[in-house]
T-cell receptor
Framework: ELKVEQNPLFLSMQEGKNYTIYCNYS?????LYWYRQDPGKSLESLFV?????AVKQEGRLMASLDTKARLSTLHITAAVHDLSATYFC????????????FGAGTILRVKS | GAVVSQHPSWVICKSGTSVKIECRSL??????MFWYRQFPKQSLMLMAT?????????EQGVEKDKFLINHASLTLSTLTVTSAHPEDSSFYIC????????????FGSGTRLTVV
């Protein structure tokens, strides 16, 4: 059974600082997703990572995937208050065929 | 592209009544739709997967008779919470995928259900 672990679960950081959220998964998969969720809202897609070594960047966020280590990272550069949200990684369960398994989520609070 | 519309956004109902939530793919044909439940400050929990024209596949621990899922067309899936109780209060989110995993998943806007 595919398990996805995210850490940290809660992150409080100052504006302007850098930090990384980690996402580990337990079995082979070739597709990993990062989502953002604001309070009371649904998920907003941030990145889809499709292959080993994939790196994608959008604004102050950069995501990478290492399929050999079964690890993805979401790096935040020079955080701003607007980045405050909950961030989820999710992995396609290849054994199941078409099913997402989510991490627990990281609550990010950026303090002014 | 790829928009999934979910209605209603929020609903309040009395205990014992049933509530239907709709999930529509507006600009693509959704071969598979997924229903999730999310409690406050928790992750999404997959409830069931439905393919058009087939019976839904429920995750372990999800009551089939309580959460009725219908996927009658390639653009519409519904979730009916039957005989709702306060413990069914939650945030329900649908998502849809197209033929071929290359397209990924598109999420609806979610439905906040409160049972009083």
């Amino acid at each position: 059974e595919l398990k996805v672990e995210q850490n940290p679960l809660f992150l409080s950081m100052q504006e302007g600082k850098n930090y990384t959220i980690y996402c580990n998964y337990s079995t082979t998969s070739d597709r990993l997703y990062w989502y953002r969720q604001d309070p009371g809202k649904s998920l907003e897609s941030l990145f889809v990572l499709l292959s080993n070594g994939a790196v994608k960047q959008e604004g102050r966020l950069m995501a990478s995937l290492d399929t050999k280590a079964r690890l993805s990272t979401l790096h935040i550069t020079a955080a701003v208050h607007d980045l405050s949200a909950t961030y989820f990684c999710a992995v396609d369960d290849m054994e199941y065929g078409n099913k997402l398994v989510f991490g627990a989520g990281t609550i990010l609070r950026v303090k002014s | 592209g790829a928009v999934v519309s979910q209605h209603p956004s929020w609903v309040i109902c009395k205990s014992g009544t049933s509530v239907k939530i709709e999930c529509r793919s507006l600009d693509f044909q959704a071969t598979t739709m997924f229903w999730y439940r999310q409690f406050p400050k928790q992750s999404l929990m997959l409830m069931a997967t439905s393919n058009e024209g087939s019976k839904a596949t429920y995750e372990q621990g999800v009551e089939k008779d309580k959460f009725l899922i219908n996927h009658a067309s390639l653009t519409l899936s519904t979730l009916t919470v039957t005989s709702a109780h306060p413990e069914d209060s939650s945030f329900y989110i649908c998502s849809a995928s197209r033929q071929g995993r290359v397209y990924g998943y598109t999420f609806g806007s979610g439905t906040r259900l409160t049972v009083v």
